[in-house]
T-cell receptor, first 115, second 114 residues
Framework: AQTVTQSQPEMSVQEAETVTLSCTYD???????LFWYKQPPSRQMILVIR??????QNATENRFSVNFQKAAKSFSLKISDSQLGDTAMYFC????????????FGQGTRLTINP | DVKVTQSSRYLVKRTGEKVFLECVQD?????MFWYRQDPGLGLRLIYF???????EKGDIPEGYSVSREKKERFSLILESASTNQTSMYLC?????????????FGDGTRLSIL
């Protein structure tokens, strides 16, 4: 079975700082996708960034980037120039390419950006 | 844009009641999911469906059932609600075109069982 672990329940940084959220996962499979989702206080879960396991290049979306270390099974999210609107719960998630498309989520990290 | 609509944002029910949570998506997605979200536990999959009238158990199906009579609608049923089912419930949908696509989530229903 696949598991996803986020070891930081809460984090807090000042606006404009850079912050890194950690995620590790465990699987014996080789073909999968990894995601970071964001859940603001308004509650709707939205996709931040995704990474295909077969790609060595780290995904980047504007101020958001990942550090994907496949051998270490690590998938951290870096937020540069953090903004007040980045305040949210962040969830790391994993899905196998083959089979039922079931996401496995981590426990979540509550990120607060302070003015 | 995909819209996933959950019928209630807040719901209060009593122990032993039969509770229905409704979810509708407007993008003709084949796959639909029900999760519950609890602090420190993240999201856990209750049930999912990959086609009309098809359903599969997720990781925590006990005490729940589902119904998918139409493609756009996926209902979660608490047969006899208990206090340990107090939680946030999230519905999601996904096209069958590939697991690299993001799931689209509803706003969630915060359910309290008294």
């Amino acid at each position: 079975a696949q598991t996803v672990t986020q070891s930081q329940p809460e984090m807090s940084v000042q606006e404009a700082e850079t912050v890194t959220l950690s995620c590790t996962y465990d699987t014996s499979e080789n073909n999968y996708y990894l995601f970071w989702y964001k859940q603001p206080p308004s509650r709707q879960m939205i996709l931040v960034i995704r990474q295909e396991a077969y790609k060595q290049q780290n995904a980047t979306e504007n101020r958001f980037s990942v550090n994907f270390q496949k051998a270490a099974k690590s998938f951290s999210l870096k937020i540069s120039d953090s903004q007040l609107g980045d305040t949210a719960m962040y969830f790391c998630a994993f899905v196998l390419i083959q089979g039922a498309q079931k996401l496995v989520f981590g426990q979540g990290t509550r990120l607060t950006i302070n003015p | 844009d995909v819209k996933v609509t959950q019928s209630s944002r807040y719901l209060v029910k009593r122990t032993g009641e039969k509770v229905f949570l409704e979810c509708v998506q407007d993008m003709d997605h084949e796959n639909m999911f029900w999760y519950r979200q609890d602090p420190g536990l993240g999201l856990r999959l209750i049930y999912f469906s990959y086609d009309v009238k098809m359903k599969e158990k997720g990781d925590i199906p006990e005490g729940y059932s589902v119904s998918r009579e139409k493609k756009e609608r996926f209902s979660l049923i608490l047969e006899s609600a208990s206090t340990n089912q107090t939680s946030m419930y999230l519905c999601a949908s996904l096209p069958s075109t590939g697991s690299n696509q993001p799931q689209h989530f509803g706003d969630g229903t915060r359910l309290s069982i008294l």
